[in-house]
Structure formats: C-alpha cells, structure tokens
C-alpha cells in the first residue's frame, strides 16, 4: 500500500534532543528502505527553515514536502515564507517550544497566510495543558473553516489525551480538523481514536528522526478497520490536503 509520511523531522535538535541531528540523504534512506512514498519534512528546533529547504531542493532522489517551522521570533521567518511560498507545503506551529498557545497573536498573522493560501497547518499538542492543549487548535479551527489543522501526536501523546481529543474532534464535527498519529505507540489506543474520530480524521506520521516509521506503522496495519479506511491514513487524507491526487 502507498505510504506518505505526514510528519518527520531533518536537521539538528537544540540541547532538548542532545545536539542530535540528520540530513536529508540519512532522511531518504529510512524513508526508502520503510517503504515510504513520500513524506512531509519538519526541520527541528533549531528552525533551519531554508537550509532545509535547500537541501531538500537540491536532491532529486524522494518527494519531501517542505513544511515551514512557523517561531514568530525569528527574525528570517517573514522573508523566508515570502520568497519561498510556493515550496512551502505546510506550516509547523510548535506552542510548548515557543511558550505561546496557537491562539496567542503573534500566531494569528501566520495562520491568515496559512488560511488565504490553503496550506494545512500541524500544530505540536503536548501534555503541557496551560500551553499545548488541543482544545487551542481546535478554538482556531472553529473560527477558521477554511484552515486545515491537524493535530500532532493524537492531541497529546497520552492516552487519556488522545481518546479526549478523538471524542472532542467527533462531537464537533469540523472537518478541517486532522489527527496525526506520529509518536503515540499505545496501538490499543490509536484504534479507540480511529473508531471514535473516524479513519477520514487521521493522518499517519512517524516523527522521525525521533521515532522510526517501521515502528508505526504496524500500529496502522493493525487496526480493526478495512483497507480502504487505511488508505485513508497511510496516505489519502494528507495527499488531499497537499492537492497531490
Ligand atoms: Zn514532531
């Protein structure tokens, strides 16, 4: 079955991750050898947005789509989307690394371009409550019909978040909303989300360089559900949000 990557990571971790860092010919051979199609490409914290991308352009070896680490206090961030939006397939908001909830304004002029552009959005979702709840994108996405949010880490990375979020994505019934599935490895859990929010509401992800996706994506062929619904996750929800089929 064809599979896209919805979130891994290239490039080089502040101090949270050690200093640890790839490039993106280490990113083509796990992507290859996992039998990936193509994937979409984070850079890390340290918010090496155009040498990413620069990277990433000048290898004509696997189909990345460049996603934009959106930390408003980068001074180089309002050039670099300026000159690079057509290559810019995504925008990454990380609240707890930047200490800002999505709906904070320094945020907001980001997601207007995000919006008016149609580029989907991934927002990280952590158990840091005050700051990374995914109640916050969801707020956005109530507002911003036309925006597409997809929440990383299944709202949280923890069951109790996870399974909360998947009932608060159902009872709201937005379908702008997306959950990425990269790093949660309770796979019992993963399939509660995928019965409550439906398959047509979640996207996988390995996070790579932090997780592997041959550790995912067993979670996504095991679930109770028929193959067309893992179509749906492995690669036709975020093909239709990057307007790739
Ligand atoms: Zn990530």
Redesign the pocket.
């Known amino acids: 079955m064809k599979i896209i990557d919805g979130?891994i990571?290239i490039g080089k971790w502040s101090s949270v991750f050690l200093d640890y860092g790839t490039n993106v010919s280490d990113a083509v051979s796990v992507m290859k050898e996992s039998g990936i199609d193509s994937a979409v490409a984070?850079p890390c914290d340290t918010f090496m947005n155009a040498e990413l991308l620069g990277e990433i352009k000048s290898q004509s070896d696997f189909t990345f789509h460049f996603a934009a680490w959106i930390n408003p206090e980068d001074p180089k961030l309002d050039s670099f989307i300026e000159n690079n939006l057509n290559d810019i397939k995504v925008f990454k908001f990380h609240p707890s690394f930047q200490r800002m909830r999505i709906t904070d304004e320094p945020y907001s002029k980001y997601l207007d371009i995000a919006e008016e552009r149609n580029i989907p959005v991934i927002v990280?979702c952590g158990r840091w409550q005050d700051i990374a709840s995914y109640t916050f994108p969801m707020e956005v996405a109530k507002k911003r019909k036309k925006l597409n949010v997809i929440l990383?880490?299944l709202g949280g990375d923890q069951p109790s978040l996870c399974t909360g979020c998947a009932t608060a994505v159902k009872e709201s019934g937005l379908k702008n909303v997306y959950l990425g599935t990269?790093?949660v490895r309770e796979f019992h859990f993963v399939n509660e989300v995928v019965k409550t929010a439906g398959a047509d509401r979640v996207i996988f992800g390995s996070?790579y360089n932090?997780g592997l996706p041959k550790m995912y994506i067993p979670i996504i062929e095991s679930l109770k559900i028929s193959k067309e619904e893992k179509e749906l996750i492995f690669f036709r929800n975020i093909s239709r949000l990057l307007s790739i089929e």
């Open positions: 979130h990571h984070l990280h990383a880490h990269e790093s996070d932090l």
